[in-house]
């Protein structure tokens, strides 16, 4: 059994910041990949950054230089620090983490979901 809590989504001004987290807890074993997406209203959800277990990162175009994503496997955690935040950055973020379980098996695990809005 595994747990994804997230964490700090809000309401915000554009240009301001926000910090997102996501830890994980239960039966784990290793913690791949981990990433982080969005979904908008009307829209696919799509791919925002995500961190492997090697700390190399992606992005998607439109956050490059302005999101930052990091990881602590001490603690499980995925971060997603957000500045210079723009009204289309506001979505539904999920974390999505690959683990290994204690049984072996690995699969893709996804938080609850945070609103972020931006908006003056």
């Known amino acids: 059994q595994v747990q994804l809590v997230e964490s700090g989504g809000g309401l915000v001004q554009p240009g301001g910041s926000l910090r997102l987290s996501c830890a994980a807890s239960?039966?784990?074993?290793?913690?791949?990949?981990m990433g982080w997406y969005r979904q908008a209203p009307g829209k696919q959800r799509e791919l925002v950054a995500r961190?492997?277990?090697?700390?190399?990162?992606d992005y998607k175009d439109s956050v490059k230089g302005r999101f930052t994503i990091s990881r602590d496997n001490a603690k499980n955690t995925v971060y997603l620090q957000m500045n210079s935040l723009k009204p289309e950055d506001t979505a539904v973020y999920y974390c999505n983490l690959e683990i290994q379980i204690t049984t072996g098996q690995v699969r893709a695990y996804w938080g609850q979901g945070t609103q972020v809005t931006v908006s003056s």
């Open positions: 239960g039966s784990i074993l290793s913690i791949y990949d």
């Open positions: 961190i492997t277990s090697g700390g190399s990162r």
